[in-house]
C-alpha cells in the first residue's frame, strides 16, 4: 500500500515537472480599467502567485491597472491583435463581439450569487465564451463585480417614482441608456474614469455601480444617498488573446487555465466578503442607505419588462430562452 502510494506521489511530481518544463519564459500583460479597490484584483492576484508556481516561475504575470493598457474597447482591440495577452471587464462589454453577452446586461436577471454562479459556470457560460474564438478572443473564466445599486446626491430614494428626473451616468451601450430612461430618469453615458469628476461637478445627479466599486472610488465624497436596488449583476468574463493562445503549449494553456478557475472561486468569496464591510464604510462616511420594499421591486420590474422584450431579440430569442430555461430549473 505505501509503495502504491509513493508511487502515485512520484506520478503526480513527474507531471507537474512535466509541465513547468514545458512552460517557456513569457510574461503576460494582465489589464484592468479600475482601480487597486476594483473587486477584480483580487483575483489578478490570486491569477499571478498561481500561474507563477505553477509554471515555476516561467509564465510571469505583469498587472496593469486603472486602464493603464487603453479603454475596454482598445483592450479588445489589442486582445485581438496579440499586443496584450488578457483583460478582466464586464462581459456585457463583449456583446460588441458576440452579441449574446448582451443578456448579461438585463435588469433582474439574477435573483442571487447561486443562480448568477450556476449560469456563468454552466453550459450556458461556456457558451458564451465560445462564441468568442471566432473574433480572436478566448473566455477563460467569469468573475465578478457583483450587484449593482443606485446612488445619489438629490434623495434617499425609497420608491420608483423617487428615481424619475435624476440624471444618472450609465455604461455607454444601449440597454442601460434604455432602463433609465424606462425608470422616467435621464440616462448619461460616461466612460467611468470620467464619472468622479462629473459627479463633483453636478454634471449629474448620480450614477451605479456595485457597492465595492462605490467605496474604492470614494463616491461618499460627491454623493449623498445609496439605494440597494440589485437590479442588474455584473459577471466579469477573463479573457486571452488567441492569437497568444495559439502559441503556446498544452501545459501552459494548462496552468494559466487552471489558475484562472481558481482565482475565480477566490475572487467572488472575497468580493461577496467585502459587501457589508464596504456598506459600513460608507454609512461611516456620511452617506445615507436604504432598501427598496418587496412591493417596489415588484414595480421595478414591471417597469423593466419592455426593456428585456427589447433586447430579446437583438440577443436572440434561442439564448433567451435557455437562460430563462436554466434559471426556471433553478428556481423549482
Known amino acids: 500500500m505505501k509503495r502504491l502510494m509513493l508511487k502515485t ?14 512552460a517557456q519564459e513569457r510574461t503576460l500583460k494582465f489589464g484592468l480599467n479600475g482601480p487597486e479597490g476594483h473587486p477584480a484584483v483580487a483575483g489578478m492576484k490570486k491569477f499571478k502567485d498561481a500561474v507563477e ?5 516561467k509564465l510571469k504575470v505583469n498587472i496593469f491597472l486603472n486602464g493603464s493598457l487603453g ?6 482591440s489589442a486582445l485581438k491583435g496579440g499586443t496584450i495577452e488578457m483583460a478582466v471587464m464586464n462581459s456585457g462589454i463583449l456583446a460588441s463581439e458576440a452579441k449574446e453577452l448582451a443578456i448579461f446586461d438585463f435588469p433582474f436577471l439574477f435573483a442571487n450569487e447561486k443562480e448568477s454562479d450556476a449560469i456563468v459556470d454552466g453550459p450556458v457560460g461556456k457558451k458564451m465564451h465560445a462564441l468568442l474564438e471566432a473574433k480572436g478572443i478566448v473566455g477563460l473564466s ?18 420608483v417614482e423617487d428615481i424619475e428626473g435624476l ?5 455607454p451601450n444601449p440597454i442601460n441608456v434604455d432602463w433609465v430612461k424606462a425608470l422616467g430618469a435621464n440616462p448619461t453615458p460616461l466612460p467611468f474614469p470620467e464619472v468622479y469628476a462629473a459627479l463633483e461637478q453636478k ?9 465595492s466599486v462605490i467605496a474604492s472610488n470614494k463616491f461618499w465624497e460627491v454623493q449623498k444617498h445609496i439605494t440597494l436596488t440589485n437590479h442588474q449583476y455584473n459577471p466579469q468574463s477573463v479573457i486571452f488573446s488567441k492569437k497568444v493562445w495559439d502559441s503556446l503549449t498544452p501545459a501552459e494553456k494548462k496552468i494559466i487555465d487552471e489558475s484562472s478557475d481558481e482565482a475565480a472561486k477566490a475572487q467572488r468569496e472575497a468580493a461577496r466578503g467585502a459587501v457589508a464591510k464596504n456598506l459600513d464604510l460608507l454609512k461611516q462616511n456620511g452617506m445615507t442607505i436604504s432598501q427598496f420594499p418587496a412591493a417596489e421591486v415588484a414595480k421595478l420590474r414591471t417597469k423593466m419588462q419592455p426593456v428585456i422584450a427589447k433586447y430579446s431579440a437583438t440577443v436572440g430569442e434561442a439564448t433567451v430562452n435557455e437562460v430563462m430555461g436554466e434559471l426556471a430549473k433553478l428556481r423549482k
Do not use: C, H, M
Not at 142 to 159: C, D, F, M
Not at 167 to 171: A, G, P, S, T
Open 203 to 211: 454634471a449629474i445627479d448620480g450614477q451605479e455601480n456595485p457597492v
Open 167 to 171: 440624471k444618472l451616468r450609465v455604461i
Open 53 to 57: 508556481a505553477k509554471s515555476g516561475g
Open 71 to 76: 479603454s475596454d474597447q482598445a483592450v479588445v
Open 142 to 159: 467569469y468573475w465578478e463585480l457583483g450587484y449593482r445599486q443606485i446612488t445619489n446626491s438629490k434623495r434617499a430614494i425609497v420608491s
Open 9 to 22: 506521489l512520484v506520478a503526480a511530481l513527474a507531471v507537474a515537472a512535466f509541465g513547468v518544463a514545458q
